[in-house]
C-alpha cells in the first residue's frame, strides 16, 4: 500500500497468517445468526481487560507496546461464542493514527489473533515538535482554505514509518476537513473531507463536460402504498407515537412513524426508531443539526410529491433513513448506525444550489442539497442514495476505512476508500431489496433513478459498464491508486459474484450478465448469506486501511467463522475473489 491519509484514527490489517492468510476463528454452524447483542457491562468489561491483557502479552503480533494505551471502540460477542475487541490507540498520550487493531478472543477468552494497523512500532523517532501548535494552524488554514481548530500532537503511523505531528480540524468553504501537518517538517501530510460525497468531483465534471444533467423523475400524486395505521388523533397524553404520510418526490406516497406533540401538532420524528428526525437547514450550510428547522404539521401528512412543498424532499429522506435503519436492525441486529441505539438524523435543503447528499460524521446525520440547478436538477434524497450514505456512517462507525490520498479537487484515491464506497453500494443496495418498494424496485444497480444516460450511477454485476466513472472489474495493481468510485467495483463485484454467480440471469425486472477474470463459473449462494459474510468481514476483520487483498481474507474468515472452512459459502468466497483476480498467488509483495 502506498501511504495512507485519514481524518480521525486511521488503521490498516496486518494479521498473523499461514498460506491463506487465515487465523483460528471460532465455528458458527449454518444455522447460527449473524450478530448478537452486546453482553451485558460487566461482561463487556470482562471481554475488554482480557483483550487489553493479551494485546500486551501478545506484543509481538499486536505491535502493542511501552508507553501505549489501548481504548476500546467495540465490543462484539458472536453467537458461537468468540469475543473481539476494537481498539484505538494512543502513545504517551497522543492519538495514533494508523494504530487501531482488534483483538480476537475464544469463548474462555483466550487470545486468538488480530486484525492490527501497519506493522511497525507507532514510537516516533523524535518526539519534540519543531512547529508551534500556531503554526501548524495556520498550515492546516491554508490548505483547507478555511478557519483552523486547535492542533492537537498525534503519531502518524500510516505510511509505514511513524511520525510526530499535528492534527488540525479546520471549517472550510466546502465543508470541514481534517488536515494532518508534519511537526517537525512542516509538510501538509494529509488534508481530507470529513464528509463522503455521494458524488465525486471526478464524475461532476464529467457530467459538466459533457451537458449532462442528474435529474431524477418524480413520483407526483402516486398512491399506490397504503399506510399502515393512522394518525394518533384520540391520544390522551403527549407525546405519543401516530402514523402519518409523506407524499414523497420519487417514490409515492410512503407511510411514516412520526410524533404527535398536541392534539393537531405533529413532528417529523419517529419515537420507534430511536428518535430519527429530519429537519429543514433552510439554505445553510451548518453542520449542527440543532441548528436545523424542525418539520411541523397539523395534519401529519408532509409533501406534496413536488419541490414546491419542503416538505416533499424531507418525505423522501426519512423514508429512506428508517428503511435504511430497518434494513441493518432485521438483517443485523444492529440498533442504528453506530449499534447504540441512538437516532439517524437528516437535513434537508442544505446549503445553496448545492449538487450532492452526504454523510456528515461531524454533524451525525445525512446533509442533502436541492441541486445546483445546472447539473443536479433535484435533492439527490433518493432510497439508494440514502442507503449508500448512511453505509459510510457504519464504516464510519466500525472499520473506519479511508482513502490514501486526496488531491486538490477533493477526489478520493486508494483501496481502502475504494473498498468503503463498495461497502456503501453493497448495503445500499440491499436496502432496496429490503424496503421492496414497488416504486423504487430493487435492483444490483446504484443511482438507477437519478435520470443519467446511461442509466444507472455504478452496478455490481459489471462494473465497467460504468463509462461515466471507468469503474474496474478485476484487480490489478493500478488499482491501488485509483480514484475510490472507480476501483470499488473489484470487491462489488465480488460481492455480485458470490451472492448471484456468475452469466447471464434476470432478477426481478433487470438483466445482468456478469464476468469473470479467468473465464470461471461462479454460482452464488444467495444474497442473504453474501451480505451476511461482507457484514461481519467489516465489523470483525477490517480495519482503516484495509485493502482488497485483506478484504478477502477478512470475508474467508467470516465465511469460516459462519459456515465452516469445508462448507460451500467459505469456498465460494474464494472463487468469488479469483474471479476478480484478487488471490493469494497477486498479492503484493510490499504491502505497508
Known amino acids: 500500500m502506498r501511504s495512507a491519509h485519514i481524518r480521525s484514527v486511521a488503521v490498516a ?68 461464542g468468540a469475543r473481539h475487541v476494537r481498539f484505538v490507540r494512543t502513545h504517551r498520550g497522543m492519538p495514533v493514527l494508523g494504530g487501531d ?6 469463548r474462555r477468552l483466550a487470545y486468538t489473533g488480530v486484525t492490527r494497523a501497519a506493522d511497525h512500532a507507532v514510537k516516533p523517532a523524535v518526539t519534540e515538535a519543531k512547529l508551534t501548535a500556531r503554526q501548524a494552524e495556520e498550515k492546516a488554514a491554508s490548505a483547507a482554505d478555511g478557519d483552523a481548530g486547535t492542533a492537537e500532537l498525534v503519531v502518524d503511523a500510516r505510511d509505514g514509518a511513524s511520525a510526530l505531528a499535528y492534527q488540525v480540524s479546520v471549517d472550510g468553504a466546502n465543508g470541514s476537513s481534517t488536515v494532518v501537518v508534519d511537526a517537525l517538517t512542516g509538510k501538509v501530510r494529509s488534508n481530507t473531507p470529513d464528509s ?19 435529474d431524477p423523475a418524480l413520483g407526483i400524486g402516486t398512491r399506490a402504498q397504503a399506510l399502515i395505521g393512522s394518525s394518533a388523533s384520540a391520544a390522551a397524553h403527549y407525546p405519543a407515537t401516530a402514523h402519518g404520510s409523506g407524499r414523497s418526490l420519487f417514490v409515492g406516497k410512503v407511510p411514516l412513524t412520526t410524533t404527535q406533540t398536541a392534539r393537531k401538532s405533529f413532528l417529523l420524528k419517529d419515537p420507534t426508531r430511536y428518535g430519527t428526525e429530519t429537519r429543514d437547514a433552510k439554505g445553510r450550510e451548518t453542520e449542527s443539526f440543532g441548528q436545523g428547522t424542525k418539520f411541523t404539521s397539523t395534519t401529519d401528512s408532509w409533501g ?8 416533499s424532499a424531507a418525505a423522501d429522506a426519512q423514508y429512506g433513513i428508517t428503511k435504511t435503519l430497518d434494513f441493518y436492525k432485521k438483517a443485523f441486529g444492529r440498533k442504528g448506525i453506530a449499534n447504540n441505539s441512538k437516532p439517524a438524523r437528516a437535513m434537508v435543503h442544505w446549503g445553496n444550489k448545492v449538487g450532492n447528499a452526504f454523510w456528515d460524521p461531524t454533524c451525525g446525520c445525512m446533509l442533502y442539497g436541492d441541486g445546483d440547478g445546472q447539473e443536479i436538477k433535484k435533492p439527490l434524497v433518493v432510497l439508494d442514495v440514502t442507503g449508500h450514505e448512511l453505509t459510510h456512517g457504519v464504516v464510519d ?42 416504486k423504487n424496485p430493487p435492483n444490483y444497480l446504484l443511482g438507477e433513478k437519478l435520470g443519467l444516460a446511461q442509466k444507472f450511477l455504478r452496478r455490481l454485476d459489471h462494473p465497467s459498464l460504468d463509462r461515466l466513472e471507468g469503474t474496474v472489474d478485476y484487480w490489478s495493481p493500478e488499482v491501488e491508486d485509483a480514484e475510490v468510485h472507480a476501483g470499488s467495483g473489484v470487491s462489488s463485484h465480488a460481492y455480485y459474484l458470490l451472492a448471484e454467480g456468475s452469466g447471464r440471469k434476470t432478477i426481478g425486472a433487470t438483466t445482468y450478465d456478469s464476468p469473470t477474470y479467468d473465464g470461471s463459473t461462479v454460482t452464488g449462494i444467495g444474497r442473504t448469506k453474501a451480505t451476511a459474510i461482507f457484514y461481519r468481514a467489516l465489523t470483525r476483520y477490517m480495519v482503516s486501511s484495509t485493502d482488497f487483498h485483506d478484504a478477502r481474507i477478512a470475508t474467508l474468515k467470516a465465511a469460516k467463522d459462519l459456515y465452516g472452512a469445508s462448507s460451500t459459502e467459505y469456498r465460494t468466497v474464494d472463487r468469488a475473489w479469483a474471479a476478480v483476480n484478487v488471490t493469494v498467488a497477486d498479492t503484493p509483495a510490499v504491502r505497508r
Request: glycine share 10%.
Open 13 to 80: 490489517v496486518a494479521v498473523t497468517t499461514a498460506a491463506t492468510g487465515l487465523a483460528g476463528t471460532a465455528f458458527a454452524g449454518p444455522t447460527t445468526g449473524v450478530q448478537q447483542s452486546a453482553a451485558s457491562a460487566a461482561t463487556s468489561a470482562q471481554v475488554v481487560e482480557a483483550a487489553r491483557a493479551a494485546a500486551f502479552a501478545h506484543a509481538s503480533s499486536t505491535g502493542v507496546g511501552a508507553g501505549d494505551e489501548l481504548r476500546a471502540q467495540d465490543v462484539m460477542i458472536d453467537p458461537e
Open 101 to 106: 487493531l482488534v483483538v480476537h478472543l475464544s
Open 196 to 214: 463522503d460525497e455521494f458524488l465525486s468531483p471526478k464524475v461532476l465534471e464529467t457530467l459538466r463536460r459533457r451537458g449532462e444533467t442528474v
Open 304 to 311: 406534496n410529491g413536488t419541490t414546491s412543498s419542503r416538505g
Open 397 to 438: 462507525a466500525t472499520a473506519k476505512l479511508e482513502p490514501t490520498y486526496v488531491d486538490n479537487d477533493g477526489n478520493q484515491f486508494g483501496e481502502p476508500g475504494a473498498l468503503n464506497e463498495s461497502l456503501a453500494d453493497i448495503f445500499g443496495s440491499n436496502v432496496e431489496f429490503s424496503a421492496n418498494n414497488p
